[in-house]
């Protein structure tokens, strides 16, 4: 199965990108043909600063490699290093409906939340839909928000498959999403999901002292120690339980619903548990920080590979358009 899936350099990797995300990303490079890149185009709609663009795609790289990905059994490369992207952006622009992209909840929230309403934003999932489409992908990792984006992925493939392929052929592979719904909600310091946006996020490379204080600011009710709660409808559980160990986790459920702990102790907990799974990774990424032309090397091998990719799928294209 062709694997594709890619994460915007929009600042440092936090808990829920790993939840939601990166762990897929290295369980599935095992058994299929995967491609996972850096969306440092899509990080134009948030990050308009060039150092601090290109410092946040070097880390997103890093920590990636760090986390598990393996070059030599996945693609990773970064989305500019592609250019067909854009081109195969453009081809898709010309045959999607206004109204489809009107109805992306994604570009209602943020321009909610504050951002102004650019064409980049209107346009995120046409660009998203290259992304994916460019690469024969069959399956695409993604978190529960990012479903209708590629639901308006199939919508553009199946229209330009209809208007250029025709019923003799098909330009374009339909891809399925591929969603754990167990993790599709990462809880956030402020018991919202965790996101940049609401700035409740927890860095998955922040040093053990940040990840103790951090984790301490995590929101929670005023029910005393003593008395009993519900775990199943505390947010402070929900986040301690995707990283404790199975006992631990047993424990403290065991304990929550008998009444006796408090939430002072299971944020210590959840603090350390934070720390001891990632103490690896963070010692391969001092690693890889280490060894900057590796990275490099990673990072043109990726680029050339998935472009040779790329460019089939664009000619393909190009072709049922008449251009070329």
Same mark, same amino acid.
């Given at each position: 199965?062709?694997?594709?899936?890619?994460?915007?350099?929009?600042?440092?990797?936090?808990?829920?990108?790993?939840?939601?995300?990166?762990?897929? *990303?290295?369980?599935?490079?095992?058994?299929?043909?995967?491609? *996972?890149?850096?969306?440092?185009?899509?990080?134009?709609?948030? /990050?308009?600063?060039?150092? $601090?663009?290109?410092?946040?795609?070097?880390?997103?790289?890093?920590?990636?490699?760090?986390?598990?990905?393996?070059?030599?059994?996945? /693609?990773?490369?970064?989305? =500019?290093?592609?250019?067909?992207?854009?081109?195969?952006?453009?081809?898709?622009?010309? /045959?999607?409906?206004? #109204?489809?992209?009107?109805?992306? &909840?994604?570009?209602?929230?943020?321009?909610?939340?504050?951002?102004?309403?650019?064409?980049?934003?209107?346009? *995120?999932? &046409?660009?998203?839909?290259?992304?994916?489409?460019? *690469? @024969?992908?069959?399956?695409?990792?993604? #978190?529960? @928000?990012?479903?209708?984006?590629?639901?308006?992925?199939?919508?553009?493939?199946?229209?330009?498959?209809?208007?250029?392929?025709?019923?003799?052929? !098909?330009?374009?592979?339909?891809?399925?999403?591929?969603?754990?719904?167990?993790?599709? &909600?990462?809880?956030?310091?402020?018991?919202?999901?965790?996101?940049? =946006?609401?700035?409740?996020?927890?860095?998955?490379?922040?040093?053990?002292?940040?990840?103790?204080?951090? /984790?301490?600011?995590?929101?929670?009710?005023? $029910?005393?120690? !003593?008395?009993?709660?519900?775990? @199943?409808?505390?947010?402070?559980?929900?986040?301690?339980?995707?990283?404790?160990?199975?006992?631990?986790?047993?424990?403290? !459920?065991?304990?929550?619903?008998?009444?006796?702990?408090?939430?002072?102790?299971?944020?210590?907990?959840?603090?350390?548990?934070?720390? !001891?799974?990632?103490?690896?990774?963070?010692?391969?990424?001092?690693?890889? &920080?280490?060894?900057?032309?590796?990275?490099?090397?990673?990072?043109?091998?990726?680029?050339?590979?998935?472009?040779?990719?790329?460019?089939?799928?664009?000619?393909?294209?190009?072709?049922?358009?008449?251009?070329?």
């Amino acid at each position: 199965m062709r694997i594709l899936s890619g994460i915007q350099p929009s600042g440092a990797l936090h808990i829920g990108n790993y939840l939601g995300a990166i762990r897929q *990303y290295v369980a599935l490079q095992d058994a299929n043909d995967a491609y *996972y890149f850096v969306a440092d185009y899509h990080a134009l709609t948030s /990050v308009r600063d060039a150092a $601090t663009l290109h410092k946040y795609v070097s880390d997103v790289l890093v920590d990636l490699l760090a986390l598990g990905l393996d070059p030599e059994r996945a /693609v990773l490369f970064v989305q =500019s290093d592609v250019p067909e992207t854009v081109e195969l952006s453009w081809l898709l622009t010309s /045959v999607t409906p206004m #109204g489809w992209l009107e109805k992306c &909840v994604s570009y209602k929230d943020k321009v909610q939340q504050g951002l102004p309403a650019e064409h980049g934003l209107f346009a *995120y999932p &046409v660009l998203q839909a290259a992304d994916i489409l460019l *690469y @024969d992908a069959d399956l695409v990792p993604v #978190g529960q @928000d990012q479903k209708q984006h590629l639901e308006i992925t199939r919508d553009v493939a199946e229209r330009f498959n209809h208007v250029y392929g025709g019923k003799k052929k !098909e330009v374009f592979r339909l891809p399925k999403p591929y969603i754990l719904d167990s993790v599709a &909600v990462v809880p956030g310091l402020d018991g919202r999901k965790m996101s940049k =946006s609401y700035s409740n996020t927890i860095e998955i490379f922040d040093e053990p002292a940040a990840i103790r204080k951090k /984790v301490k600011k995590f929101v929670t009710d005023s $029910t005393p120690v !003593e008395a009993p709660k519900d775990p @199943d409808a505390d947010p402070l559980f929900g986040l301690f339980k995707l990283f404790a160990k199975e006992a631990d986790r047993d424990e403290v !459920e065991r304990r929550y619903r008998e009444g006796g702990i408090g939430y002072g102790e299971v944020k210590t907990r959840l603090g350390e548990a934070l720390i !001891e799974t990632f103490a690896e990774a963070r010692e391969r990424r001092a690693d890889w &920080v280490a060894h900057p032309e590796r990275v490099a090397a990673v990072r043109a091998a990726g680029a050339e590979k998935a472009r040779a990719t790329a460019r089939k799928v664009l000619d393909r294209a190009r072709a049922a358009c008449g251009l070329g």
